[in-house]
């Protein structure tokens, strides 16, 4: 690749990250405001759930330093968000509706990504896929876990983690039939999100484990 598609590659996944960290930090705060946290609950809530899977994504493919770190004006986006959120959070009628569907945007922009970073990175489709799995989840389940909700990727009516799983195939697919990168990040992305949606809004779902008695000898 020419370096001028190298930098435009670049550019789109720092676009996405930036998404990604702002909706994240809005249904992170949207937590804290379930939970009745102080503004610096807000902000740490916003912040802990907009960089968490970039982060886990980061320390697992080993770069340095993390993106976080290298754009520290993303932790101000999170803080931004959380004061919003704070001010404005009882205006909502159904504050866990949003934090759905906010989470289903969040997730559509985080696996992509993901799934870039690690193509950037020239690793293995395992690796991409897994990426951007990390990216799309890791931060909804750390924010779930210390704001003491039900952590969505653990509820299989959900189909969060097979959503995210999907989006980042089809990202990888994309790429491989030759579209451009951002091309098959974006569809990548969408996928993501109309799976998510099709979830929430018609309650699609995967045939789940359903434990058997041991047969008894006759």
């Not at 435009?8 to 937590?31: E, H, P, Q």
């Not at 999170?78 to 504050?95: D, I, K, M, N, Q």
């Not at 870039?116 to 991409?128: E, S, W």
């Amino acid at each position: 690749m020419t370096p001028e598609i190298v930098t435009k590659i670049s550019a789109y996944i720092w676009a996405l990250d930036y998404g990604s960290v702002l909706v994240f930090a809005l249904t992170g705060a949207l937590v804290a405001s379930r939970q009745q946290l102080d503004i610096i609950g807000f902000i740490f809530m916003a912040a802990l759930t907009a960089v968490g899977g970039g982060t886990v994504r980061d320390l697992v493919l080993g770069r340095d330093p993390v993106f976080w770190v290298a754009q520290p004006e993303l932790v101000v986006i999170a803080a931004g968000a959380a004061f919003v959120v704070y001010w404005t959070a009882h205006l909502l009628e159904s504050r866990y509706r949003w934090l759905l569907w906010l989470d289903a945007i969040a997730l559509g922009v985080a696996v992509p990504a993901g799934v870039g970073v690690a193509m950037a990175g020239d690793f293995g489709p395992v690796i991409i896929i897994i990426a951007g799995v990390i990216t799309g989840t890791m931060g909804g389940l750390i924010r779930d876990v210390v704001g003491n909700e039900v952590p969505l990727i653990l509820k299989g009516s959900e189909l969060y983690l097979t959503c995210a799983f999907g989006g980042a195939v089809i990202a990888l697919m994309l790429a491989w039939l030759g579209l451009p990168r951002p091309v098959a990040l974006i569809g990548g992305g969408f996928a993501t999100f109309l799976l998510r949606a099709g979830t929430l809004i018609w309650g699609w779902s995967l045939p789940v484990y359903k434990p058997r008695p041991p047969r008894t000898r006759g």
